[in-house]
């Protein structure tokens, strides 16, 4: 008996609190917080929906408007709310018994700013849904007064970020170079900061003897490097020009070509149609129409094949260029500013990690950047550069630079064939040496 007394009365209390939960969701699905309205609005026990109390909702009103203005602590808002009548109510707290009439402590302060409640909104399980009731503020204000917050919060705790130049420059031994910020204070109250740029010296086998050098000698060093591969105004117009040619030459030569395929298509089409006819009307045996019916399909296949790889490989080169050209005309603009980091980045995009540093002079490795897939544009133009100041208004400008590119473009995606189907063999447990033995680049440092 009462096992069963047990059990009926834990089903009672569950389907209650199913019950219980579904009308909590219902009434959110309908705009209407559970719970307590927060200051500046009552619940009506007539209606059971929170209404704004036109005697506190003024006062909260210009709350928001006090903190917006970035001048005001949650103390000092919480005195304002006390002077206005606005404190905290008799009762108990934590078992014990308490008078009221007492300020809102700051944490309470920072809830009430924070609570969407009084611009329309509402708070339910960690969700905003939208409410029905009248906002007192606008979401602007709201918006504001969250700014002011987050800047007057705690403060987090500081990240250690890296020097503008670290992880670019590695030293002869083969270690990266990091930066040291030291502290000079004198004795008549100057403070001087300044940065130097070391090896890691972290080789277990190499004991590295390579001095350090002034933040201000490797920027030097380095801008003048940049300047190396500046490319003047006229030069890309030039180059831009001459990709608009190659690029209206490339589209006829599309259009030629996909015309002619698109007019095969149809003929065969038509050829299917009159296959058709003939196999309906008898004159075409099943398996003399199957065969000749495989064959158009595979024709017409091919051509759809030749037609999407004319449609891929048109201009794909001519955006990549164009962004190219922007970059190598900024180089000059960059290497005089003091931005370390657009520096940094324009350096890796044409160096990579073949900068080292021997006896405080940065140097280029040529073993391996000249071996890199990456010298044919920067190359290209550092030698039209180079040829350029001995001869002066002689200089007669070509596409080789076009051409360069283009090549380099080529070479990329021969070597990712290659990387690809390698890679593929190795799935097959096949050796990738014999695979690499039949393509047209055999090795990634050959362009062909």
């Given at each position: 008996m009462l096992a069963n007394e047990f059990n009926s009365s834990k089903q009672?209390?569950?389907?209650?609190?199913?019950?219980?939960?579904?009308?909590?969701?219902?009434?959110?699905?309908?705009?209407?917080?559970?719970?307590v309205a927060p200051?500046?609005?009552?619940?009506?026990?007539?209606?059971?929906?929170?209404?704004?109390?036109?005697?506190?909702?003024?006062?909260?009103?210009?709350?928001?408007?006090?903190?917006?203005?970035?001048?005001?602590?949650?103390?000092?808002?919480?005195?304002?709310?006390?002077?206005?009548?606005?404190?905290?109510?008799?009762?108990?707290?934590?078992?014990?018994?308490?008078?009221?009439?007492?300020?809102?402590?700051k944490n309470r302060i920072k809830r009430m700013l924070a609570n969407p409640f009084y611009y329309g909104h509402f708070?339910?399980?960690?969700?905003v849904h939208e409410g029905k009731h009248k906002g007192i503020i606008s979401k602007r204000l709201f918006d504001q007064v969250q700014v002011v917050l987050e800047r007057r919060g705690k403060p987090h705790p500081k990240t250690n970020d890296p020097m503008p130049l670290c992880g670019l420059v590695y030293c002869s031994c083969g270690m990266m170079y990091t930066a040291e910020k030291h502290v000079k204070r004198q004795k008549n109250g100057n403070i001087h900061?300044?940065?130097?740029?070391?090896?890691?010296?972290?080789?277990k086998t190499v004991v590295c003897r390579e001095p350090h050098i002034r933040a201000e000698e490797l920027d030097k060093q380095l801008s003048a490097l940049l300047q190396k591969y500046a490319m003047p105004t006229a030069w890309a117009d030039k180059l831009r020009e001459l990709i608009r040619n190659d690029e209206m030459s490339?589209?006829?030569?599309?259009?030629?070509?996909?015309?002619?395929?698109?007019?095969a298509i149809a003929q065969l089409s038509d050829k299917l149609a009159r296959l058709l006819d003939g196999y309906l009307d008898g004159d075409v045996e099943r398996e003399l129409y199957q065969d000749k019916r495989a064959e158009i399909l595979g024709k017409k296949k091919l051509l759809h094949e030749q037609i999407e790889q004319a449609t891929l490989g048109v201009s794909t080169w001519v955006e990549p260029m164009k962004t190219w050209i922007e970059t190598a005309v900024s180089i000059c603009k960059v290497a005089k500013s003091d931005d370390l980091r657009a520096k940094k980045s324009l350096l890796l995009e044409i160096f990579g990690s073949n900068l080292k540093m021997r006896q405080k002079e940065v140097v280029i490795n040529d073993d391996q950047f000249l071996t890199s897939p990456l010298k044919n544009r920067w190359q290209a133009l550092r030698a039209a550069s180079e040829k350029i100041a001995p001869e002066g208004d002689n200089f007669r400008f070509s596409s080789e630079l076009v051409r360069s590119y283009r090549i380099y473009l080529n070479f990329l995606e021969r070597w990712l064939t290659v990387?690809?189907?390698?890679?593929?063999?190795s799935q097959l447990h096949l050796k990738a040496g014999s695979l690499l033995s039949t393509e047209p680049c055999a090795s990634p440092h050959a362009p062909g």
């Open positions: 009672y209390v569950d389907n209650l609190s199913v019950n219980t939960k579904r009308g909590l969701r219902q009434k959110v699905r309908r705009g209407e917080m559970p719970g200051v500046g609005y009552y619940n009506d026990l007539r209606t059971k929906t929170a209404k704004v109390d036109k005697k506190t909702a003024p006062i909260v009103r210009e709350v928001f408007e006090l903190y917006a203005k970035g001048d005001q602590r949650l103390d000092e808002i919480a005195d304002f709310l006390h002077a206005k009548g606005i404190q905290t109510r008799s009762g108990k707290v934590n078992g014990k018994k308490t008078t009221g009439k007492k300020p809102y402590h708070c339910y399980l960690g969700e900061t300044y940065v130097y740029y070391r090896c890691t010296r972290k080789s490339e589209k006829a030569d599309f259009e030629c070509i996909t015309g002619n395929d698109k007019e990387v690809y189907q390698a890679h593929r063999a």
